[in-house]
């Protein structure tokens, strides 16, 4: 009975080891397929940051361009209305820009503290 144990741990072993390696390589490539996705995740992160901020600067200065002239048009006080909403609609852009972008700055640096 000591040599039939014995018979059947060779093959369990050398199939244990070869499962053990196959796991081991499998284990490497998603690791490396994991990095490769952080990478990714990280540059599309900053595409739609920078598209955010685009966005953020055409509708608060074409939105404030459009109320002025319809309002200079409706009371006849061109080009007052126009010129004021367009400084406060590139105050407010540059406002939302600005949040944006210390938001992403604060949040860089909770990374490297924690």
Known sequence: MGAWTRVEQDPNKARLDSLSKRLGEIKKSQE???ARQRSERGSSKGVATGMRIVTELLA???GSLLIGWFLDRMLGTSPWFLLVLL???MGA???NVWKIASVR???GQDKDEG
Request: no cysteine.
């Open 32 to 34: 490396a397929e994991t």
């Open 60 to 62: 608060a200065i074409l």
């Open 87 to 89: 400084f406060l609609g």
């Open 93 to 95: 852009a540059f406002r």
């Open 105 to 107: 700055e604060d949040s």
